[in-house]
């Protein structure tokens, strides 16, 4: 190791209160910076934002698909609960309709968008285990090019039967489920302290980028196409990642082809005594005793309740009950999301300034952001969901109101910080577990 590389004991990883790589008279203890423009680092970052949009594109895209794989003639039975159909809009083309339309019930239907999640459960704590045995780059590569191809084979399922489609559904949420665990592996290995923050807000953004295009698109591929060339065309995209990743992606600094010599000593300089040898025994005891990581697993579970409640159901409900068209359902499910998104960039670039510059300590910069997104988010649901309680003339508009013209964030943005911040705690005890108990969390 480079001499540069030495760093004060009291920088250690396991002392999370202080700003790390900067000593205790707030003075630069680290290496030189590499520059941030055309960077490895900086492109694994956009890489896996892409990764993550494909990741969340094809989770999301059922939701409104589903919509339109229904055969509305089913039942005459209208609740007068319900809102009337809109009619806004241009007259939908009528040519190409050639998909079928299937007499699922509701129980079905349910059964069919939440059957994901049963997979998704099975790989999380795996998928830290393996990332960390055999390395991210595959495990992340392999698992989403699963997903690709079983959302290229659901109208072939859903033709054979709900069964199959509900088979489909969860062997993709068993792909599906090593990404994040993979990706932290991966980020233990390449995000040097001081930019963790920046650099996994983006990489994670992806996620709320796919869903904000994955919606509207979706519901505009069904209005002039069919529901079938949803799962085609991004799974088309999907395949284009897979490629991408694939020639351009290392597991680590060390043996990536195209990092400068400055940036690879920078990162390994960095992150010295975070990647020193350790044995393969991992402390279970230890992880399910830390009340810290019970913390961030209770943050993070009120985080996704909301977040996958909305996400899977949200379609279904404008649809269903509001009587928004197809193409008017994917816009309008997608607001909160774009929200979560643009909030997402900025709490990674606030939280890594408040560290670097303000010279705030990690562990305080963490509380007040989750404190600042879960509290407001906690306040809210009754007043979001009053003006959808049974049919009244002004319950569109007031939905559309509150999405678009409320100056408090939708739901998930109100946590969006909260829910960044829970995901860069992990590196913030060991994180040379922080695979392993990310994978705790995810569960």
């Avoid at 209005?223 to 999907?238: E, I, N, P, R």
């Avoid at 306040?379 to 979001?384: M, Q």
Wanted: net charge positive; charged share 15%; hydrophobic share 40%.
């Amino acid at each position: 190791m480079d001499s540069s590389c030495s760093r004060s004991d009291s920088d250690s990883e396991d002392s999370p209160q202080r700003p790390l790589l900067r000593d205790g008279h707030g003075g630069s203890s680290g290496p030189e910076k590499a520059p941030a423009c055309c960077s490895s680092r900086y492109g694994l970052a956009l890489l896996s934002c892409y990764g993550f949009f494909v990741a969340y594109a094809l989770r999301v895209n059922l939701s409104v698909a589903m919509v339109d794989m229904l055969n509305a003639n089913r039942t005459g039975n209208v609740s007068p609960s319900l809102c009337p159909a809109r009619s806004e809009g241009p007259a939908r083309p009528i040519h190409n309709r050639s998909a079928a339309l299937y007499d699922w019930d509701s129980e079905t239907q349910g059964w069919i968008l939440g059957s994901f999640f049963y997979g998704y459960i099975l790989t999380q704590i795996p998928g830290g285990y393996l990332a960390r045995r055999y390395g991210a780059k595959w495990l992340l590569g392999l698992g989403i090019l699963g997903t690709v191809v079983f959302t290229l084979l659901t109208p072939l399922a859903a033709d054979l039967g709900a069964g199959y489609l509900i088979a489909v559904r969860i062997l993709e949420g068993v792909g599906e489920g090593v990404t994040f665990p993979a990706m932290h592996a991966m980020w233990a290995s390449w995000a040097p302290p001081l930019e963790r923050s920046r650099l996994v807000t983006i990489s994670y953004a992806g996620a709320q980028l796919g869903t904000v295009v994955a919606l509207p698109l979706s519901g505009q591929i069904c209005f002039y196409l069919d529901w079938t060339y949803v799962f085609y065309v991004f799974g088309a995209v999907g395949l284009l990642w897979f490629l991408l990743w694939t020639l351009l992606v290392s597991d680590g600094p060390d043996s990536h082809r195209r990092i400068s010599p400055q940036e690879k000593r920078y990162i390994t300089c960095s992150l010295k005594n975070e990647l020193s040898p350790s044995s393969d025994r991992i402390p279970w005891g230890s992880i399910c005793r830390s009340m810290s990581l019970w913390a961030i697993v209770v943050a993070h579970f009120s985080y996704n309740w909301t977040f996958y409640t909305l996400l899977t159901l949200l379609p279904t409900y404008m649809s269903n009950i509001l009587g928004f068209s197809i193409q008017q359902n994917g816009m309008l499910s997608a607001l909160p999301y774009l929200g979560c998104w643009l909030m997402a960039l900025l709490g990674g670039q606030v939280a890594d300034r408040l560290r670097e510059t303000c010279l705030f300590s990690t562990a305080t910069v963490r509380k007040a952001l989750s404190v600042t997104g879960e509290v407001p988010r906690g306040a809210r649901p009754r007043l979001s969901l009053s003006p959808l309680k049974g049919y009244d003339s002004r319950a569109p508009s007031l939905w559309t109101s509150l999405r678009t013209s409320d100056p408090r964030p939708p739901l998930p943005r109100d946590s969006v910080c909260a829910h960044a911040c829970n995901k860069y705690s992990y590196w913030d005890g060991r994180p040379r577990r922080v695979f392993t108990r990310y994978g705790i969390h995810r569960l």
